[in-house]
Structures are given as structure tokens and as C-alpha cells.
């Protein structure tokens, strides 16, 4: 009887615990977003420093695409 029960409890508690690390890493606040959005932040904030405009290169989380790609890479190569 006594290993029924410890194999059920073991059960929720794994269960529970997959439940708390889904909505820690994957929700909203979650700490990979944060993590991600902390860095996109960071590289943005260091390309406004040097390339002295708004441009964002790495887009936050929540948006799908940046907002702008700017120009800064763009080679043209024709020859006139």
C-alpha cells in the first residue's frame, strides 16, 4: 500500500513541478523572455550608441519583426 501511494505522489509532484517550470520559462514574465528581451535591449541600446540612430536589429519578444533594418549593411557594388 505504502508503495501506491509514494508513486502517486511522485506522479503529482512531477506534474506539478512541469507545471511551475512551463509558467516560469515559457509564460509572459517568463525568465527566457526576459533573458532574451534583456539582450535584444542591450544590442539595440549599443547600436544607437554607434550608429546614432533608432534602428532596431534584434526585434523585442513581443513584436515579430524590427522595426526597421536601416542601411548599415547594405554594399553596393554596382560601379558607375
Given amino acids: 500500500m505504502s508503495k501506491t501511494i509514494r508513486q502517486v505522489f511522485m506522479i503529482i509532484g ?29 544590442i539595440n541600446n549599443q547600436w544607437k550608441k554607434v550608429g546614432g ?12 519583426n524590427a522595426q526597421s533594418n536601416g542601411t548599415g549593411f547594405e554594399i553596393n557594388s554596382s560601379v558607375k
Wanted: net charge neutral; glycine share 10%; hydrophobic share 50%.
Fill in 53 to 64: 540612430s533608432n534602428v532596431t536589429l534584434v526585434p523585442l519578444w513581443s513584436s515579430s
Fill in 14 to 42: 512531477t506534474l506539478v513541478f512541469c507545471f511551475i517550470a512551463w509558467q516560469l520559462i515559457f509564460n509572459d514574465g517568463g525568465i527566457l523572455k526576459t533573458m532574451y528581451n534583456g539582450m535584444a535591449n542591450g
